[in-house]
């Protein structure tokens, strides 16, 4: 089975800032990438899917890269309500695993 | 617009059993594959199952296969979980979400629509 993993775990970050969260998966899984965030209580929400497509009615500011192994999901200018956890997911077989998650909160 | 609205979350003991129930409304949903995806408390997302937008066939992570099924019925646009055998780690919100791109034997582009979930507690 592929494993995803997810850095940093957590990341203290003020409103305007630049983040980066970095996800990897443990054999080649192409471009079959997606990325969700969750607030607390709520169910997720896809941001971004095959890796840098961006989800209709996702603000511009959330953008994906990478291919192969290697992924970031990069929030441009964070604004208050990008408060929460995030997490990466491999598409490319089954079991679709889903990283351990990212939490951002206030710095 | 699209919903999804699970049922049949609970307290059950140990060794028990518990039906769970997804209604999908506002879109053609014999044309979706669909998922669950359960979250134990204070801990992160875990695919649990998919099936086939006909389905004829069902995936599942390995810590349930034996014990729970997946199906559905798309005359009624609804998903059933039936688990039987349920252990304490099985204790969490189960969500109800709705496949992007599939085929063969992967979905591409994520769980796009998601329900407010359904909480499971397996206590004694």
């Known amino acids: 089975d592929i494993q995803m993993t997810q850095s940093p775990s957590s990341v203290s970050a003020s409103v305007g800032d630049r983040v980066t969260i970095t996800c990897r998966a443990s054999q080649e899984i192409s471009f079959w990438l997606s990325w969700y965030q969750q607030k607390p209580g709520k169910a997720p929400k896809l941001l971004i899917y095959a890796a840098s497509s961006l989800q209709s009615g996702v603000p511009s500011r959330f953008s994906g890269s990478g291919y192969g192994t290697q992924f970031t999901l990069t929030i441009s200018s964070l604004q208050p309500e990008d408060f929460a956890t995030y997490y990466c997911?491999?598409?490319?077989?089954?079991?679709?695993?889903f990283g351990p998650g990212t939490k951002v909160d206030f710095k | 617009e699209v919903q999804l609205v699970e049922s049949g979350g609970g307290l059950v003991q140990p060794g028990g059993s518990l039906r769970l129930s997804c209604a999908a409304s506002?879109?053609?949903?014999?044309?979706?594959?669909m998922t669950w995806v359960r979250q134990a408390p204070g801990r992160g997302l875990e695919w649990v199952a998919t099936?086939?937008?006909?389905?004829?066939?069902?995936y599942y992570v390995d810590s349930v296969k034996g014990r729970f099924t997946l199906s559905r019925d798309n005359a009624k646009n609804s998903m059933n979980l039936q688990m039987t055998n349920l252990r304490a780690e099985d204790t969490a919100v189960y969500y109800c979400?709705?496949?992007?791109?599939?085929?063969?034997?992967?979905?591409?582009?994520?769980?796009?629509?998601w329900g407010q979930g359904t909480l499971v507690i397996v206590s004694s």
């Open positions: 979400a709705r496949e992007g791109y599939c085929s063969g034997s992967a979905c591409y582009s994520g769980s796009d629509n």
């Open positions: 997911q491999q598409g490319n077989t089954f079991p679709p695993a």
């Open positions: 506002g879109f053609t949903f014999s044309s979706y594959w």
């Open positions: 099936i086939k937008l006909d389905g004829s066939e069902e």
